[in-house]
C-alpha cells in the first residue's frame, strides 16, 4: 500500500470522524432551557433628551428606535442589531440580553459562540459569564470584549454550586458630527456535550491516527 493511499485513507476517516460530530454539535446546539431569560433595547439622544426603551422577559423580537429607525436597536432569538446616526447630536442605540440557569448536572462547560460584524463608527460589544451563589455575584467564568470584527467561541466551566449568568451588551455610539455606528451580533448559546457520545467519536478518530503514523514509520 503506498503512502498516498494510506493518506486517502485516513482523510476519509477524517471525514466521517466531522460527519459524526456534526449531529452532536447540533443537538448541543439547541436552546438551553434558561430559568430566566431577559431582553432589553433602547435608543438615546442625549442633546434633545429623548428616548425609548422597551424590554422583554421572552417575546423576540423586540424593537427601539428614534427619528424613524436612525437610532435604532433590535434582538431576535440569534442577533442584535444596532445603529446609531441622527447629525448634530450624541446618540447612542443599546441590546443587552441576559441569561440565567443551572447547568451543573447537565455539562462540565458551557459555550457561548458569537460572530460580530462591525459596519461602521464606534461600536462594541461585551460578554460575561459570571457565576451567583445565594442571588450574589460569586466570580467571573469567562469574559470577551470586541469593537471590530471578530468571532469564537467562550468557554467557561459549569459553577458548582451556584448558577450561571450571561450578560450580552451591544452599544453603537454616535458624536455630533453626524457618522453613522452600526454593527450586528450573529450569537447563539449552548451547554457542551458530555463525555460520551463526543468523546468516543474523539478516541477512534485519534487512535486510527496513532495507528496509521505508526504504520507509515514501519513501511518507511
Not at 425609548?52 to 421572552?58: D, G, Q, R
Not at 467562550?154 to 454550586?161: K, N, Q, R, S, Y
Amino acid at each position: 500500500m503506498t503512502r498516498r493511499r494510506i493518506a486517502t485513507i485516513f482523510q476519509l476517516i477524517l471525514l466521517v470522524s466531522s460527519i459524526l460530530l456534526l449531529p452532536i454539535i447540533t443537538e448541543a446546539a439547541s436552546n438551553i432551557p434558561w430559568t430566566t431569560e431577559w431582553y432589553a433595547v433602547g435608543a438615546y439622544n442625549f442633546t434633545e433628551g429623548n428616548e425609548n426603551y422597551a424590554n422583554s422577559s421572552a417575546n423576540l423580537p423586540i424593537i427601539a428606535s428614534l427619528y424613524g429607525g436612525s437610532i435604532y436597536s433590535e434582538i431576535t432569538a440569534s442577533t442584535t442589531s444596532v445603529s446609531s446616526y441622527f447629525p448634530s447630536t450624541y446618540s447612542e442605540a443599546e441590546a443587552d440580553v441576559y441569561f440565567v440557569g443551572n447547568y451543573v448536572a447537565n455539562a462540565p462547560y458551557f459555550m457561548f459562540q458569537y460572530d460580530y460584524d462591525h459596519t461602521a463608527g464606534y461600536t462594541f460589544f461585551d460578554l460575561g459569564v459570571a457565576e451567583y451563589r445565594n442571588n450574589q455575584w460569586y466570580q467571573w467564568l469567562g469574559n470577551i470584549s470586541c469593537s471590530s470584527d471578530c468571532s469564537g467561541t467562550l468557554l467557561a466551566p459549569t459553577p458548582v454550586g451556584g448558577d450561571i449568568r450571561v450578560t450580552l451588551e451591544h452599544y453603537a455610539l454616535s458624536d455630533r458630527n453626524g457618522s453613522l455606528s452600526s454593527s450586528s451580533l450573529n450569537y447563539y448559546s449552548m451547554s457542551s456535550v458530555a463525555p460520551e457520545p463526543l468523546s468516543s467519536v474523539l478516541f477512534v478518530t485519534g487512535g486510527t491516527l496513532l495507528a496509521g503514523r505508526r504504520f507509515i514509520r514501519r513501511k518507511a
